[in-house]
């Protein structure tokens, strides 16, 4: 039982470039999330999905954009790497609602764009 | 805006003492308070949590103390000891909206 993984571990883009971030989990949660942590700022939402199929915005979505093919992966997206994307990335994953359930975080990515 | 300051941003403690980190909210939408913790290169992982409908609760040397009226809560770390060195956020949430604070990084001196 991993838990939650991400792959890369670590991750260097110039700008204008793309990636994707993968996270999975085995834990068979419905609900999960995609978080960047910065310095002074505390770890905050960019997206999260309730279901297969499903996504929604969270606090600072702009510049990502996310999918949820299959239960156990979500993917976030980077279309064009902007300085201002350099962050750790936190993937992480619920049984349910985060009221009733609690969230299980991956180890991160360190991405750095130039 | 920050939807949840947290303070102090830092803060070194005895070995033994005391470890107190304070929270402050503004929606009173917000239904459940938990507390993460975290060791470098890792990931946040919950400590301890309350609701708004409780005051206090306590597990082990970990209590939160809630005060509804005024909006905010707190973490105690009790005996701190070396192993609790780490970064701690104060969350609050309402559905699947979650957000954390700045974060505390806690130092506990041998």
């Known amino acids: 039982n991993a838990g939650v993984t991400q792959t890369p571990k670590f991750r260097v883009l110039k700008t204008g470039q793309s990636m994707t971030l993968l996270c999975a989990q085995d834990m068979n949660h419905e609900y999960m999330y995609w978080y960047r942590q910065d310095p002074g700022m505390g770890l905050r939402l960019i997206h999260y999905?309730?279901?297969?199929?499903?996504?929604a915005k969270g606090e600072v979505p702009d510049g990502y954009n996310v999918s949820r093919l299959k239960k156990q992966n979500f993917l976030l997206g980077l279309e064009s790497a902007a300085p201002s994307q350099t962050s750790v990335y936190f993937c992480?994953?619920?049984?349910?609602?985060?009221?009733?359930?609690?969230?299980?975080f991956g180890p991160g990515t360190r991405l750095t764009v130039t | 805006q920050q939807q949840v300051k947290q303070s102090p941003q830092s803060l070194i403690v005895q070995k033994g003492g005391i470890s107190i980190i304070n929270c402050a909210y503004e929606?009173?939408?917000?239904?459940?308070f938990p507390w993460y913790q975290q060791f470098p290169g890792k990931g946040p992982a919950l400590l301890i949590a309350i609701r708004p409908d409780v005051s206090e609760k306590k597990e082990g040397r970990f209590t939160i103390s809630f005060n509804k009226s005024a909006k905010q809560f707190s973490l105690h770390i009790m005996d701190s000891q070396p192993g609790d060195s780490a970064t701690y956020f104060c969350a609050a949430s309402t559905g699947n909206q979650f957000y954390f604070g700045t974060g505390t990084s806690l130092t506990v001196i041998p």
């Open positions: 999905s309730v279901g297969e199929g499903t996504t």
């Open positions: 929606n009173t939408a917000f239904d459940y």
């Open positions: 992480a994953s619920s049984y349910g609602d985060l009221t009733y359930y609690e969230q299980y």
